[in-house]
């Protein structure tokens, strides 16, 4: 099972012959992921490391029966790219490029949501079932299969929080990476109510940090809808605000968005906080009984 | 990025939302012959990025062009919240009948734009919010449709708008500054107060419009009014060599790979009994270049003692990082003692370099707790 991408993922990369596009679609494929195809409009017939290249999107779903898509086209036409890959069938868009105007985004969501399309990113290190497929730029040799779920706003923290496990020999069942950016495809609740029905997947890791209040709806949500348990962090104690750290939507505006509100309210809901990556990956291991 | 109040009110105009006419001068003698061809009574107003400018005596009001001048003179160069006013706007007095609140701001949550309307204008929204939060009419606007003229007629019968003329006007306002909004792709519009004088005439007396640094690519005109001076110089010249810097307070310099674990860093320097000088991200890369720019742009800040490089190798490998750190250190003085922290992919390999070279005042910890703990210490806690 595991969550976003699997064993039945047939990959297709939008914007396969760029630098990126290339390194990132050719390590997929050697992870063992089905990349069934690439997309980039007037380079049709080519192929990159034996993945045939498409000029459209619809035409590499009929060729290909693709029906996830990896974007990583500039940001001035990422929007394009994901309004294509869901015009064409595909269920599943994982968008890496950074720096898509948020307005794009906006109506890009306010599209594909009731479709019933899983969009993850954009801004985003991707998605990793370890053992099954790799989708995006995630290291997957830091990250071991396993049961413990793992979404986060952030790459590096997410892989340093991946690692702790790993050295504790806690594995995971996926790790998505939701972006971090004002407007995401993905929430962290719209994963966690994934990872909760992922029968693969017994304890959920939330990586979070400051701006926004995703953090503290999904509190709300753990504590109503979910059964499984969830340990979390929360970057950015020592944020100023109205100050953007690094992702633009890291930024406590006014009053909201402190991290401090984010874990008062996750520990009013009964979620445990740790205070450092290394105390999160402790937690989890004290929680699932694993050896220290 | 956020515009001065004088920027905000030039895209207001532009688009049809009634303002004062007004002038920017950055000298008391400009202000003067601003409020010369302005010809009425004038309100002098700071130019600064920041709120509270009212309290801090950064607006007055002025019946000559001499008492404008006068003004300007004790305004310019004042200090409000850390930032030095530099420049000043004219503008035609307005009388005051009622002051009203509209907004419109990107909701991350709803992820829809929202409207905020209250005739509770002219004090800060978030306690109008807190206090009176049925005086505070929100609506939201599918970006996909758009506008609908039904949307301005919610807002103005939520907030009990009763006056014909007002509620026309308004509503054209609340139309303009949504076209305003997604043409300018702007993150927040806020006319706080927007005015009726005493005849019925409604305008905007104040802007604040903030528009998204990742769309600035399709608005040049926009592009073009950053003011590089509102930045401290630390962050003006880490733009220039595109580092993302922060300048903080504290006495530990911070350099790590993604702004989440940077973030981290920050934190775990704070539960070390230390204080972060800054915040920066060296993105994906970890090459020689890379470290320099970066090392360049925190080192001249005085307060920094000690300095917290925390790198987690991902695709980036940490050999890689190892050598670009030490091809730095070839490349440029650094007074400041250097924690490294290496961890993930190769940080053994990446360690070995390190220690192989064992250059003076490099310090190698091998988890971020104890690297913490080790520039804490360095910085003289």
């Known amino acids: 099972?595991?969550?976003?991408?699997?064993?039945?993922?047939?990959?297709?990369?939008?914007?396969?012959?760029?630098?990126?596009?290339?390194?990132?679609?050719?390590?997929?494929?050697?992870?063992?992921?089905?990349?069934?195809?690439?997309?980039?409009?007037?380079?049709?017939?080519?192929?990159?490391?034996?993945?045939?290249?498409?000029?459209?999107?619809?035409?590499?779903?009929?060729?290909?029966?693709?029906?996830?898509?990896?974007?990583?086209?500039?940001?001035?036409?990422?929007?394009?790219?994901i309004y294509e890959a869901v015009d064409a069938g595909i269920?599943?868009?994982?968008t890496i490029t950074e720096g898509i105007p948020a307005h794009d985004m906006l109506r890009v969501y306010n599209y594909v949501r009731p479709r019933g399309i899983t969009l993850v990113g954009p801004n985003c290190p991707g998605a990793l079932s370890p053992g099954k497929a790799n989708v995006g730029i995630i290291p997957a040799e830091i990250f071991a299969e396993g049961r413990v779920g793992l979404v986060s706003r952030s790459g590096t923290l997410t892989y340093q929080i991946g690692h702790e496990l790993t050295r504790l020999g806690i594995g995971q069942s996926t790790i998505v990476g939701i972006g971090g950016d004002p407007v995401v495809g993905s929430s962290f609740i719209d994963i966690l109510e994934k990872f909760e029905a992922d029968p693969e997947t017994e304890l959920v890791v939330m990586v979070g940090e400051i701006g926004g209040d995703e953090e503290e709806k999904a509190a709300v949500f753990i504590a109503e809808r979910m059964s499984k348990p969830v340990v979390a962090y929360i970057a950015g104690f020592t944020a100023p605000p109205g100050k953007t750290m690094g992702h633009a939507g890291a930024i406590i505006s006014g009053s909201a968005g402190t991290a401090q509100a984010k874990k008062e309210a996750l520990e009013a809901r009964g979620v445990r906080v740790g205070t450092n990556p290394t105390e999160v990956a402790q937690l989890v291991a004290d929680a699932v009984g694993a050896r220290a | 990025m956020?515009?001065?109040?004088?920027?905000?009110?030039?895209?207001?105009?532009?688009?049809?939302?009634?303002?004062?006419?007004?002038?920017?001068?950055?000298?008391?003698?400009?202000?003067?012959?601003?409020?010369?061809?302005?010809?009425?009574?004038?309100?002098?107003?700071?130019?600064?990025?920041?709120?509270?400018?009212?309290?801090?005596?950064?607006?007055?009001?002025?019946?000559?062009?001499q008492e404008a001048e006068?003004?300007?003179?004790?305004?310019?160069?004042?200090?409000?919240?850390?930032?030095?006013?530099?420049?000043?706007?004219?503008?035609?007095?307005?009388?005051?009948?009622?002051?009203?609140?509209?907004?419109?701001?990107?909701?991350?949550?709803?992820?829809?734009?929202?409207?905020?309307?209250t005739t509770q204008g002219g004090v800060d929204i978030e306690e109008v919010a807190d206090k009176t939060p049925e005086a505070l009419a929100k609506l939201h606007v599918d970006p996909l449709a758009g506008l609908q003229p039904y949307h301005a007629r919610r807002l103005l019968f939520a907030a009990g708008i009763e006056e014909p003329g007002e509620q026309k006007q308004i509503a054209a306002i609340v139309e303009k500054l949504y076209a305003a909004f997604v043409a300018e792709d702007a993150m927040l519009c806020e006319i706080n107060p927007l005015i009726v004088e005493p005849h019925g005439r409604v305008k905007a007396l104040d802007s604040k419009f903030t528009v998204d640094d990742n769309a600035l690519y399709r608005h040049p005109d926009v592009a073009e009014m950053r003011d590089l001076?509102?930045?401290?110089?630390?962050?003006?010249?880490?733009?220039?060599?595109?580092?993302?810097?922060?300048?903080?307070?504290?006495?530990?310099?911070?350099?790590g790979n993604g702004a989440g674990l940077v973030m981290s860093t920050l934190d775990v320097i704070a539960q070390a009994g230390g204080r972060p000088a800054n915040f920066c991200d060296l993105g994906g890369g970890g090459d020689a270049q890379g470290v320099v720019d970066a090392l360049e742009v925190i080192t001249p800040d005085p307060q920094v003692r000690s300095i917290l490089f925390n790198v987690f190798g991902g695709i980036t490998r940490c050999d890689e990082v190892a050598q670009g750190i030490l091809d730095a250190l070839g490349r440029m003085e650094i007074a400041q003692p250097i924690v490294v922290r290496l961890d993930g992919t190769n940080a053994d390999e990446g360690r070995q370099i390190l220690a192989d070279a064992s250059p003076p005042n490099l310090h190698v910890e091998e988890t971020m707790l104890s690297a913490a703990r080790r520039a804490v210490e360095l910085a003289g806690h």
């Open chain 1, 1 to 81: 099972m595991a969550i976003v991408v699997d064993r039945d993922t047939r990959l297709v990369v939008q914007g396969i012959t760029g630098r990126e596009g290339s390194f990132h679609a050719t390590r997929n494929k050697a992870y063992g992921t089905q990349v069934v195809a690439g997309v980039t409009p007037g380079k049709g017939g080519l192929d990159v490391e034996g993945i045939p290249v498409f000029d459209t999107v619809t035409g590499a779903v009929a060729e290909t029966d693709a029906n996830t898509a990896m974007v990583f086209v500039p940001a001035r036409f990422a929007a394009d790219a």
């Open chain 1, 91 to 94: 269920r599943t868009v994982i």
């Open chain 2, 2 to 65: 956020d515009l001065y109040e004088y920027q905000g009110k030039e895209l207001f105009r532009r688009h049809g939302i009634p303002v004062s006419a007004g002038r920017l001068a950055t000298t008391p003698e400009e202000a003067r012959s601003a409020a010369d061809s302005l010809g009425s009574e004038v309100v002098v107003k700071a130019q600064v990025l920041t709120g509270g400018r009212g309290k801090a005596g950064g607006i007055k009001l002025a019946d000559s062009p």
């Open chain 2, 70 to 117: 006068h003004h300007a003179r004790e305004i310019l160069g004042m200090d409000i919240r850390g930032h030095v006013v530099k420049k000043v706007w004219i503008e035609e007095a307005s009388e005051i009948a009622k002051e009203y609140y509209l907004s419109l701001t990107f909701d991350r949550g709803a992820k829809k734009p929202l409207f905020m309307f």
């Open chain 2, 229 to 255: 001076d509102a930045y401290p110089a630390e962050e003006r010249a880490a733009r220039e060599k595109g580092v993302t810097y922060v300048k903080l307070d504290g006495e530990v310099g911070i350099l």
